[in-house]
């Protein structure tokens, strides 16, 4: 499944470092650093960063590890849980992996007796400065973070487009490039909203309204449960639920902007049904679509944005 770098040892004892392994570890080892570095910016104790990650790497790779297992029908069709253990085989459901990280974030400010939402909020830079470096490796995956065969010539013989029997456009390049802009726009975020916790909403907001789009670009099979995608409903799930968060709580000062915004989910979401199916069984411009796709998701962000204003 994954491209190696190098094996050492003869065949009693090898070794092999996989290039998305060694991206994925790249990606935690910066993330560490930048949460050190920023922990003190939320007047954290400095216990919090390394009972994080302690907890949070093993608990990462065994929930990460499980929702593959449980919910890719890939891999159920041909293997079961006595498998969970051969990790090597690959198999990975990056919101597992940032679940574990997050609770592990959630008990470590318990136990140190820290606020857990500026925990959330100090470590969410960090989270996206992983997922940057995570899908830098997806592109060593074969067949992995691709889309749909291309049916306009307009980007073939550029990088952004991988040649095979056919041309599909790399949507790891795509999904990196948007973790790397969503690092920064958190990073200011934190400093222009001193609310605890408004950070870490407004960023998985931010995460989840582009990981739509993103997922729906994707076409390589991964975590499909018959023909929906499991991340690709989970990243609505991070869209909806901050966007609700914050209309209940304006319902008083913003009453009209509260309910529209409450009652444009569900319009939303049967809008983004009826275009997957325009763009799956229709002949119709997929530039088209998509326009309209991110279009549609960009409303409820930016109801989510004016609903948290001051004022």
Known sequence: MFEQVFRLGGDAATMTLWLFG???AVGTAAAFVFFTLNAPRYELDGGVVPLTFVLGIPAGLLLGRLMFCLLDASYTSIADLRFFWRLSDGGYALFGVLLGLFLSALFSALVLKQNKASVLDALLPSVFLFIFFERLGEGFIRDFGISRSLIY?????TFFVQQDLDSYLRTWIFEAALALI???VVLRIGATDDRPGYTFSKGIMLFGATQVLMESLRYDAHLMFSFVGVQHVLSMVLLAVPVLVFAKRALKT?????IASIIMIPVVVGILIFLEF????????????YGLYALTLAVPTVCGFLLTRKG
């Open 182 to 184: 969503l690092f920064f």
């Open 22 to 24: 060694l991206m994925t």
């Open 153 to 157: 010539g307009t980007l073939e013989g």
């Open 254 to 258: 913003k009453k009209g902007l509260a």
């Open 278 to 289: 325009q763009i799956d069984r229709t002949e119709t411009n997929r530039y088209l679509l």
